[in-house]
Structure formats: C-alpha cells, structure tokens
C-alpha cells in the first residue's frame, strides 16, 4: 500500500520539474475537453468579424446608430435581412 508520508522529494528542482509536468497535462486536457464540448460536430462558425480571445468583438460594439454598423456588416459578411 502506497503511504504518502514515507514519500519524499529530496531535491526542490525535481519538485518544479513534476509540478510542471502535472500543470503542463493539466492545461492540454483542458484545452481538448473545452474545444471538444464547445463545438462538438466541428461546424463552422457564423459569419461575422473577428473577435479577441475572452473579449469577442466588444471593442467592434457600436455606441451609437447600431443598426449602421450591423447593415455594413451584413453586406460584409452576406447576412440577409429577415425581411
């Protein structure tokens, strides 16, 4: 039986080393299980502008006389009108 107490890591470089590992498996398990479960048929994305990672396309957010901006877009990016 595997007892925590008696195992020891005598030299704090190979506890980085192991820490690394861990985090560095930790990180690409995560990135696959996110990608996976968020576009899980691999269809591809709506037409639109490009975003910034965690921001999306807050900074391309009109202030003012949004239906402009949203009417050049769908020149841009071939959206028809619904009427």
Known sequence: ???AAQFEIKSPSAL?????IVSLFY???KKRRYKS???PKGL?????????PFLGILF???????????GEWSK????????
């Open 1 to 3: 039986m595997f007892n």
């Open 16 to 20: 980085l080393l192991l820490a690394s």
């Open 27 to 29: 990180t690409i398990d």
């Open 37 to 39: 479960s968020r576009n």
């Open 44 to 52: 591809p994305l709506p037409p639109g502008p490009k975003g910034w």
């Open 60 to 70: 391309d957010m009109p202030a003012r006389d949004a239906w402009v901006t949203y």
């Open 76 to 83: 841009v990016y071939g959206m028809q009108s619904p009427h």
